[in-house]
């Protein structure tokens, strides 16, 4: 194929394909289920706490911080689909009452902090 009919092909994709943020997309389903959207043509926007992470084909990181309750409004601009994929690890440690409510509020703070920011804009998330 030519680079010109390559070109079109992202371009298309740019307009025509949805874009789906994914909260976890570092973990290993986030990983596997962000490179099987890419694939799929989808646009990926991965939030991630790192700030220095670097963009890759087919792929955008926005920031996110949830103990300072940050996040990147122009990625929920973007989102026409959110998949909320973070939190503790539920394998990670033994679940003692303390690392129960860890992994608990890890995936509630974080949903209400995108929540949150989907009421401060006008969002066009399904």
Known sequence: ???HFNKLIVLFQILVMPTVIISGGTGLVGKALTQLLVH???GVIVLTRDKNRKNETGI???HWD???NQIERNALLQADYIIHLAGAGVVDKKWTPAYKKEIVESRTKSIHLITDGLREIQHHVK
Request: charged share 15%; aromatic share 16%.
């Open 60 to 62: 955008q990181y926005a």
């Open 40 to 42: 799929q043509g989808y």
């Open 1 to 3: 194929m030519s680079k």
């Open 66 to 68: 949830i103990k300072n």
